[in-house]
């Protein structure tokens, strides 16, 4: 019995042990347990504060990326450049840059977070590029022209289109216009370009005041001079020499032969052969400098042919006729608005339906009679004659009528070139006014002569012409317009295709 009570005693002894170690185990499973809990909630929060963090950043860079979409829109639509943009900002920070390929604009744009970190956003458009086909830009012309402080340009929401198809331009003034010229372009003082400079050769930028706002390309493969300030890119198809002036050059450089960098400060890359020669003074450049085996020259601008246009009266559907006889001085001759009092000219504000002014009969047609007539335009109107004298002759737009103006100089021979003949062919801009709710074209394969009387020359619309003679102070100022059997005009971007963001 003693011996069957100690073995209770000690399975009972036994059993206590082996309830205490459980015990312990238990209790440390639970403080395992809440370790493991206090290090994954510490896990969590370090994790969750290191996601906000990073979260900032990203909407920050992903804001600055369309930050950069919005300011390269902006800019394509205020100079008509759509398809070299190069754009940096520091606040938001961000580069965007823009490249066109069938009948599409991609703009592309990476922005910066304050993190470091970077988003890219790709943003294309549809894009119907400009058609320098016949009346393609505002004022074209097939010879070499020079825009003095006598020339003077005017733009609305945007600035006008000037093409030289054939020669060279000179700019000493400031034009509110982008142009593109086949030849050189040359500034020579007091020249600021709103828009951009195209040019088939070389660049010859004489003076440390002029400007050109936008991108500035020249194809040719001489030596250019730039001793101005580009507010964009500028390209060149030779050597490039900068001056001395201190100014800025805003956007990429490259150039396809020799560099020599004055004192001017380039704001982004240089890029040129490795070789070619590289000699930089007291100049800058505050982007990286790359030099590959070979640089290819810029694309130079290529123009239609000349537009040749001779009338039909089936171009002019719904048009009544008015044929001048050259005898006699009553109405219906060509006294009757070349001669005192020219009450041919008063009698055109009576028209109440388009009307072809047909005066082809008559050695020229002609306001320059000392009556200086005004006309108050109720409806369209086209004039043809073999060369026009418009003398003090003021057009203006009835109350509640836009009339559309075409002053026409045929060129009846078909060869795709100005053909200005021996009979002249002159459109005299002589104290002439087409602005006041007017649109006009002076189309004419001769020249369109500015003499100005007092400064009070303006013509809204185009011009379109084998040569430009100016002698007087002139205003152009811009209002599509153009022949019939024409297709052209500005570039037109087009409906959003797709917006992403790329890595």
């Known amino acids: 019995m003693l011996v069957n009570q100690l073995r209770r005693t000690g399975e009972d002894n036994k059993r206590a042990g082996d309830d205490t170690g459980s015990a312990i185990v238990s209790v440390l499973i639970v403080m395992i347990v809440l370790s493991l809990m206090g290090l994954t909630a510490a896990a969590i929060v370090t994790n969750t504060t290191g996601s906000v963090v990073q979260t900032r950043g990203s909407v920050q860079a992903k804001a600055a990326a369309d930050a950069g979409i919005t300011a390269a829109l902006a800019q394509a639509r205020g100079t008509g450049d759509f398809c070299a943009l190069s754009l940096t900002s520091s606040n938001p920070s961000y580069t965007a840059t823009s490249a066109c390929a069938s009948n599409q604009v991609t703009i592309t744009s990476t922005g910066r977070g304050t993190d470091g970190g970077t988003t890219r956003t790709q943003a294309v458009y549809a894009y119907t590029p400009a058609k320098d086909v016949g009346m393609g830009a505002d004022l074209t012309f097939f010879n070499s022209a020079t825009f003095t402080w006598e020339v003077k340009t005017v733009a609305a929401a945007k600035p006008l289109t000037i093409n030289i198809a054939k020669g060279d331009f000179t700019c000493q003034v400031p034009i509110a216009a982008s142009i593109r010229v086949q030849g050189a372009f040359a500034s020579k003082g007091s020249c600021d370009v709103a828009g951009s400079v195209t040019a088939g050769g070389t660049i010859d930028m004489t003076n440390g005041s002029d400007t050109v706002r936008g991108n500035l390309s020249a194809a040719g493969t001489g030596t250019s001079l730039v001793r101005g300030s580009v507010g964009g890119k500028l390209t060149v198809g030779g050597s490039l020499e900068f001056g001395w002036e201190q100014k800025i050059i805003g956007g990429d450089v490259q150039a396809a032969g020799d560099v020599k960098l004055g004192s001017q400060r380039l704001a982004k ?71 005192h009092p020219a009450t041919g000219w008063t009698s055109l504000a009576s028209l109440t339906t388009p009307t072809v002014l047909d005066a082809r009969a008559c050695s020229t047609l002609s306001s320059n009679s000392g009556t200086q007539p005004v006309v108050a335009l109720r409806t369209d109107l086209v004039m043809l004659a073999k060369s026009f004298d418009l003398t003090m002759l003021t057009m203006t737009a009835a109350p509640g009528a836009q009339p559309k103006v075409h002053v026409v100089v045929e060129d009846t021979t078909k060869d795709s070139q100005p053909t200005c003949g021996k009979r002249g062919g002159t ?76 890595r």
């Open 427 to 502: 459109i005299n801009i002589n104290g002439t006014s087409m602005a006041s709710g007017i649109t006009a074209l002076a189309y004419t394969p001769c020249a369109v002569d500015v003499h100005g009387i007092g400064g009070r020359d303006a013509w809204n619309g185009s011009v379109y012409a084998g040569q430009f003679s100016y002698g007087g102070l002139v205003t152009f100022s811009s209002d599509p317009i153009s022949l019939p059997g024409v297709a052209g005009g500005e570039p037109v971007l087009g409906e959003l295709v797709s917006q992403r963001d790329i």
């Open 269 to 339: 890359a240089l890029t040129f052969p490795a070789g070619k020669k590289f000699v930089q003074d007291q100049g800058v450049v505050s982007g990286t400098i790359s030099r590959p085996a070979s640089v290819a020259a810029p694309a130079a601008p290529s123009f239609d042919a000349w537009f040749d246009y001779a009338y039909k009266s089936s171009d002019w559907p719904g048009y009544s006729i008015i044929t001048l006889t050259a005898s006699g001085a009553g109405p219906g001759t060509c006294d009757s608005f070349n001669a």
